[in-house]
């Protein structure tokens, strides 16, 4: 499964991507104008800085401004992936798009219908919200495991991008479900390396190695 880091800070990313397991960048408005400045220089400079797809939404909200948004998003560098919002706007642009040989993401995608839809016309990522499910008391994983079987039935080529994931329980339920991609915000990374038994194991090594150390006859 790959991993993608669900943010615009370009500090965040440099510090992930020396360890190698960042597969790519998600941005969305919100999390671009969280860091600020130009959004444009802002993505030119993630896609520098990452080997892989890198996220990038319109904010027009009818089809043909998603479309022309569409075309100058991916024109700033060829690891763009152009995000458009669910909806028939949204279906439409990622059609048009799509057709162009532009990567699209389908955004805000809440159910296994809309999922459909967007494959259909050729979505090269979904992304499925399910930290935001989970919040009003509905099982995100659920929507995941029934895009992955739907997607699986029909050999779609588009690959299901979990998206609004909150900790480490997201991210192994995903692998375990096939999903293609999780992309988590850095703290959720974080999460996936702490283990207490991991630290306590370490320390323990540590002690004995160093107390063996000092029980060596003097030479
Ligand atoms: O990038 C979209 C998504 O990951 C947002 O997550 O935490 O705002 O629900 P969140």
Do not use: Y
């Amino acid at each position: 499964m790959k991993l993608f880091v669900d943010t615009a800070n370009l500090e965040e990313i440099e510090a992930l991507v020396p360890l190698g397991i960042v597969d790519g960048v998600t941005t969305n408005p919100s999390l671009l104008a969280k860091v600020g400045g130009d959004p444009r220089a802002a993505l030119k400079r993630i896609c520098e800085v990452v080997q892989g797809p890198v996220s990038a939404e319109v904010v027009a909200t009818d089809s043909d401004g998603m479309v022309r948004e569409g075309r100058e998003l991916a024109a700033i560098d060829p690891h763009i992936v152009v995000k458009v919002p669910f909806g028939k706007p949204g279906v439409r642009a990622c059609h048009t798009l799509a057709n162009e040989g532009i990567r699209v993401n389908v955004t805000l995608v809440f159910s296994p219908a809309q999922a459909l839809l967007a494959a259909k016309v050729g979505a090269s990522f979904v992304s499925p919200f399910v930290g935001r499910l989970d919040d009003i008391g509905t099982s995100g994983m659920n929507l995941i495991s029934q895009i992955v079987e739907i997607f699986e039935n029909f050999e779609f080529s588009t690959e299901v991008l979990v998206a609004s994931v909150r900790g480490p329980i997201h991210v192994i339920e995903s692998a375990r479900m096939g999903a293609d991609v999780c992309t988590c915000p850095p703290k959720a990374i974080e999460a996936l390396f702490n283990h207490p038994l991991t630290e306590i194991g370490l320390a323990k090594f540590l002690a004995d190695w160093a107390k063996a150390q000092q029980q060596q006859p003097v030479a």
